[in-house]
């Protein structure tokens, strides 16, 4: 599936307008990224500290976070061996190209008490999230009626990722992790919410930054 309107619909050789967009192609604020529902303000405000954008191409439709919900319950009570797309971000045509990775996946366990690689800052949401200046990732046990096939239970790992060519070093490491939290706190949420997971999968209504 293409990450966004534009390469998919180029992709399908769809018609463009006059300047070579798709017909359908839109930017759209953060909080209309993946659905509409899994992107908070608070989220929105944290891309724009990562990407520098406050505008973005618009999700394509299959990325979304009630799709993702439905394909994660239909793979439960197997593990994924790799990440599964839940949504792209990226900014508009004609910027300077930066994609974000949002994936979802299934682990066996909870988060061991192993201590976490350096550049990780481990915060206290979930079973637990880890933090750095590229990538975030929310562990959360989710106890639900629609997790039929593992018997109510799945541990699931929610992960945002930066994509593409390694980014210039960066001067803002802290602010960057607290960015990437957040927007992977947002998401983990709106699916712990929409798979009806039992108290939120033990996710805080507002992302916790404070190291655990």
């Not at 999700?59 to 797309?85: I, M, Q």
């Not at 299934?106 to 880890?130: C, I, R, Y």
């Not at 992977?184 to 919410?193: E, G, Q, T």
Request: net charge neutral; proline share 5%.
């Amino acid at each position: 599936m293409a990450g966004s309107l534009f390469l998919g619909a180029t992709g399908c050789g769809g018609d463009g307008d006059k300047d070579g967009l798709p017909k359908d192609y839109k930017v759209v604020a953060g909080t209309q990224l993946c659905g509409g529902n899994a992107i908070s303000t608070d989220a929105s405000k944290a891309l724009k500290v990562i990407t520098g954008a406050s505008r973005f191409e618009a999700s394509s439709k299959g990325y979304t976070v009630a799709e993702a919900a439905a394909n994660l319950a239909l793979a439960t009570p197997g593990l994924t061996a790799g990440r599964e797309d839940a949504c792209r971000v990226f900014k508009p045509i004609g910027t300077r190209q930066f994609q974000l990775r949002i994936t979802w996946r299934l682990a066996d366990n909870a988060p061991t008490d192993d201590p976490a690689a350096s550049k990780f800052t481990v915060l206290k949401m979930g079973d637990e999230t880890l933090a750095a200046a590229d990538m975030a990732y929310v562990y959360f046990t989710c106890r639900s009626d629609k997790l039929v096939g593992s018997g109510g239970e799945a541990h699931i790992v929610i992960g945002v990722e930066y994509w593409g060519m390694p980014k210039d070093p960066q001067d803002n490491v802290e602010a960057l992790k607290d960015a990437y939290a957040t927007v992977a706190h947002s998401f983990s949420l709106a699916m712990a919410k929409e798979l009806r997971c039992e108290k939120n999968g033990g996710l805080p209504a507002k992302p916790v930054l404070d190291p655990a």
